[in-house]
């Protein structure tokens, strides 16, 4: 899985916080793709 950063974060640790999620959360596949709407990257 790979990440394109399709954007600037308004700052470094809204990345790391989402990818926690992500990372810790792998079943929550659906609030992630919510997650990466509101946020200027993809997961692909």
């Known amino acids: 899985m790979c990440i ?3 954007g600037h974060f308004d700052t470094e640790d809204i990345f790391k916080d989402v990818m926690k999620r992500f990372l810790n959360n792998i079943e929550s596949i659906e609030i992630i793709r919510s997650e990466i709407n509101l946020n200027p990257f ?3």
Request: proline fraction near 0%.
């Open 42 to 44: 993809k997961i692909i």
């Open 4 to 6: 394109v950063d399709c």
